[in-house]
């Protein structure tokens, strides 16, 4: 019966394809024999605790760790009440929306932005607005002519949503200068800030750029930090920092109160893991061979792209954004892409606003430096084929 | 650092009380030893994929083995496409709720009714409505006067909440005409029936009656499946039930694009464990454990309990259902129980429309027989004392 089942896992491989579409981590990556150690390690040492209803705020052993490494790898003091665990950014992105919003209520995303937050947000029926960015990240005085124009519509923002660290798709960081500007507008628009933060363990060359929730006072900002890129994304496990008052408005809501803590046995085993140096050993492993890989697709688009072509060589994260020469769009070179086995996102994709059509996202973290090399030599192929 | 930490799960127990009060499974009774080798096996048989991105519809390896299991315990076929993947009933009447109603839709509840579930629907701002039971379950008749004051108010029910098998907190089960007559009035009326079946593998004396989702044709049912009281609750896992169209409407929503399955790594491990048989052999040593709580409490009830007390003495499930004599009020007793260190749940709190607060809830799932006897003796001097 088996062999009659569709696939178990989201990403489904084509023979002979160089697939820079998937922002997923390589299955020879992620951490077969540190899980299997853990979940016999969190048996052993919380026994039956581990399969019973969990704390609403989460699993303590895993957010009292998260709250050492934030002090240790950030410089940053949060309180044990001002952290939150949830099921990964999906569904912390989900919970906010439910206990936050209103149906209704304005959303400013950027633009491009990672297209499948978004989905959750219009399942909220949020009415979403798109700001802009540049290499320097959400540009500010967009920002500030969105939030004019709510004025005039006699609106108010409800939230920001923003990745400002190894943004997704475009890899760049939000410059130090914006992460404040964005907290004061924050602060004296009465906007809550939903900092999308999975990517902050994945820096590359130097260490990545403050939180935007280090930076605001508590309760502007909610960010959300993830075990999915520095572990693996079948954990479904991460947290919130926010409020000590936003917390305890999650640990009391009916989810909450009823399930108890989300996914609280493999936040159990997560636990058990961090505390073995397993997470050390494990992300120092990711970013050596993540760091190669953006370094060999780096230098073989150099090689291989068509004049006329620009790309991001970003700090950390997934993903590097192409540009395309003038007057070409995305869309169409994907066809041009299918003749040549390689796949990408194009960035109309991932955009509410018609901006980025120009653009293409690629993803170098599931491919090794061989086949990232080859997956440039078709893109630059195909561009070419299309140009 | 540990010992500074609040208690990882839920459940905290007072020293010397009988706690009643806790619908949760004795930890002794959890299985630890099927979860060690279950976790090992999974990483065994499916490798990386165990820790992947899973299929938005849930872990295909686990929703065959329940397909195959509703087949073969309740004769019902379904296929592979109408079942869904959820992190237990909480996360699924979440979902429900963000993807099948809007704030201000109607939803009616059973009084009384397993309070922290409504929680979850007033989170998402529903129009709650309450319907009076009796020992056949909801009553068709209050049903139908609450669907005609609807109509005179100009709604219309979007959803009706309900646990037909094994009610929490009362025990009783809907009668198969009342199961037939609530099919009929949704089809009728066009709400969703979301059946909350938690309870279903605990039957102690005969099998469960049919879900009203075998009774339905698709579309009217989405019956929630849960192994919260079958296994162990902090693995945040369930399924739901429904017609194929409701199932791509799940897998299609923002959180399962976005994140994939709900908590992959567990549902993995539990089909390696439901495929090994070992969750036959956990599923008969609970019954045969939760039947002799449920004998031992309820014959020390009816040594124990003041004259004019009744109780239920259901067929399955984790509760007895405790009716005072004529004029008292549980909210009084829990003082005078305090003092006899006995707790329990006052009827008054699982209701929404002021009915039951002559009764009280006692969970016999936490506690051995010999706890049971002593908490049923405090419990009656409690009683006794405070009429």
Chains 1, 2 share one sequence.
Not at 52 to 65: F, H, I, R, S
């Amino acid at each position: 019966m088996m062999t009659m089942l569709p696939p178990p896992t989201q990403m489904v491989l084509r023979e002979g394809y160089c697939e820079f579409n998937y922002g997923q981590p390589d299955p020879d990556l992620l951490p077969v024999d540190a899980l299997r150690r853990a979940a016999a390690m969190a048996l052993d040492t919380f026994g039956p605790d581990t399969l019973a209803y969990g704390a609403p705020e989460g699993a303590w052993p895993l957010l009292a760790w998260i709250q050492e490494r934030t002090r240790e790898r950030e410089g940053v003091t949060v309180a044990l009440d001002e952290c939150i665990g949830t099921a990964g950014n999906s569904d912390a992105i989900d919970q906010v929306c439910t206990l936050f919003t209103r149906p209704g209520d304005v959303a400013i995303v950027e633009s491009p932005t990672y297209h499948l937050g978004l989905k959750i947000l219009r399942d909220h029926h949020l009415d979403l607005r798109a700001v802009p960015m540049d290499e320097s990240g959400l540009r500010m005085d967009a920002l500030d002519a969105t939030l004019a124009q709510l004025g005039r519509e006699g609106k108010q923002a409800r939230l920001v949503y923003t990745i400002p660290t190894f943004h997704n798709p475009t890899g760049v960081n939000l410059s130090l200068d914006r992460r404040r500007a964005l907290v004061d507008r924050a602060v004296r628009h009465g906007f809550l800030i939903l900092e999308d933060d999975v990517y902050r363990e994945l820096a590359y060359d130097v260490v990545s750029p403050p939180a935007l929730f280090s930076l605001a006072p508590r309760g502007v900002v909610l960010r959300m930090g993830s075990f999915a890129k520095s572990l693996a994304p079948g954990l479904r496990l991460g947290w919130i920092n926010c409020s000590a008052e936003q917390a305890r408005r999650f640990a009391d809501g009916g989810l909450r109160d009823s399930g108890g803590a989300p996914n609280f046995t493999a936040a159990m085993m997560v636990a058990a893991l961090c505390r073995s140096g397993d997470f050390d050993a494990h992300v120092a492993r990711l970013r050596a061979a993540y760091r190669e890989r953006r370094d060999a697709l780096a230098a073989a688009l150099a090689r291989h792209l068509p004049e006329g072509c620009a790309f991001t060589t970003p700090g950390g994260g997934y993903f590097i954004w192409v540009t395309l020469p003038a007057g070409m769009d995305a869309d169409a070179v994907r066809h041009a892409a299918d003749a040549h086995r390689v796949a990408f996102i194009p960035g109309g994709r991932v955009s509410i606003d018609g901006r980025g059509r120009e653009c293409l996202r690629l993803a170098f973290s599931l491919m090794k430096p061989a086949q990232l090399e080859e997956g440039a030599r078709r893109l630059g192929a195909a561009i070419a084929a299309a140009a």
